[in-house]
């Protein structure tokens, strides 16, 4: 079996040296929901919350957070990001989020969209939480990735 990727020959935390793989053009999408009362929800889609433009901010939050993800999750590479959008769907009892992160690097930007995505819909909650403090996010996950190495994935 191989030693796993992010600890070194003595078993301790490393960060993996990228330094030599070639830079290539790298995208991941990530998503997840966020489901809440029906109240809430109109609320948000007819603009009325208390804090503000709850998709705004929460599109905001989400590409802040992408490109700080470096530094909230340890070993990761701080990447020079090209792209980063966040996008949300209506659904009958909540929202979706999209999250989009590409660079043109040497590794990958799966955790960056995952970031982001988790951040929007945080956000998305702590607009509207003096709506329906009950509100659950969840489904948070990697939907697709390509470049590198092991090439495109989709979930």
Known sequence: MTRPTHL???GAASMVDVG???ATQRRA???GRITM???ALDAIRGGNVPK???LSTARIAGIMAAKRTADLIPLCHPLALTKV???FEWEADGISV????????PTGVEMEALTAASVALLTLYDMAKALDRAMVLGDIRLLEK????SGDWRA
């Open 8 to 10: 070194d020959e003595t």
């Open 20 to 22: 030599a793989k070639p």
């Open 29 to 31: 999408v990530a998503g």
């Open 37 to 39: 009362s029906a109240a």
């Open 52 to 54: 503000g433009d709850v």
């Open 85 to 87: 959008g966040i996008d």
């Open 98 to 105: 999209r999250a989009t992160a590409a660079t043109n690097g």
């Open 146 to 149: 390509s470049g590198g190495r």
